[in-house]
């Protein structure tokens, strides 16, 4: 018995599979779709920190008297958690004061890294700010404070809250 196979010769004839409909393409990370100008793939937007709300605790900054100018004053910020709520005494806060025109502040930057805290435990967080107008006037000191708030016994989850300390100098 003999077998005999038969090519038809019709393998150049054959024609090329159809390209990929859109449908059908799988985007790869980094190998297109959107890219800023610079080449950079789009960045994932970080939803901000949620801020301070009323049943978890109260944020309050002590205004100092008017002084006079060159005479340096001390603002006190209070960061309260309301019962059934606790400050996260391992997370460590930190308070940024922006520099601000006619207003020396020897420091801007407090954090819970440095023991920058008068006090600090699960009810209550108290920073004392140093400032000095140069001249007579009104002014106002913007920053924000990053900490965390939890329910007790409770995930935790950081917080930012803008801050604005008032300095009269006379």
């Given at each position: 018995?003999?077998?005999?196979?038969?090519?038809?010769?019709?393998?150049?004839?054959?024609?090329?599979?159809?390209?990929?409909?859109?449908?059908?393409?799988?985007l790869?990370?980094?190998?297109?779709?959107?890219?800023?100008p610079?080449?950079?793939?789009?960045?994932?937007?970080?939803?901000?920190?949620?801020?301070?709300?009323?049943?978890?605790?109260?944020?309050?900054?002590?205004?100092?008297?008017?002084?006079?100018?060159?005479?340096?004053?001390?603002?006190?910020?209070?960061?309260?958690?309301?019962?059934?709520?606790?400050?996260?005494?391992?997370?460590h806060?930190?308070?940024?004061?922006?520099?601000?025109?006619g207003?020396t502040?020897?420091?801007?930057?407090?954090t819970?890294?440095?023991?920058?805290?008068?006090?600090l435990?699960?009810?209550?967080?108290?920073?004392?700010?140093?400032?000095?107008?140069?001249?007579?006037?009104?002014y106002?000191?913007?920053?924000?404070?990053d900490?965390?708030?939890?329910?007790?016994?409770?995930?935790?989850?950081?917080?930012?809250?803008?801050?604005?300390?008032?300095?009269?100098?006379?």
């Amino acid at each position: 018995m003999a077998l005999v196979v038969v090519g038809c010769g019709c393998e150049a004839k054959r024609a090329a599979p159809p390209p990929p409909r859109e449908a059908d393409r799988v985007l790869v990370p980094g190998a297109g779709g959107p890219v800023h100008p610079a080449g950079a793939a789009t960045p994932a937007k970080r939803a901000p920190n949620p801020p301070l709300l009323p049943e978890e605790g109260h944020l309050a900054i002590e205004l100092p008297p008017a002084t006079p100018a060159g005479v340096e004053a001390t603002a006190h910020l209070r960061l309260t958690a309301n019962r059934g709520y606790e400050i996260n005494e391992l997370f460590h806060y930190k308070l940024t004061l922006d520099p601000t025109p006619g207003v020396t502040l020897p420091k801007t930057v407090f954090t819970g890294a440095a023991h920058d805290a008068e006090h600090l435990d699960g009810h209550e967080l108290a920073i004392a700010m140093k400032l000095t107008a140069d001249q007579p006037g009104a002014y106002t000191v913007h920053g924000k404070l990053d900490f965390a708030v939890c329910k007790i016994d409770s995930q935790c989850l950081p917080k930012t809250m803008p801050v604005a300390v008032e300095l009269a100098a006379l």
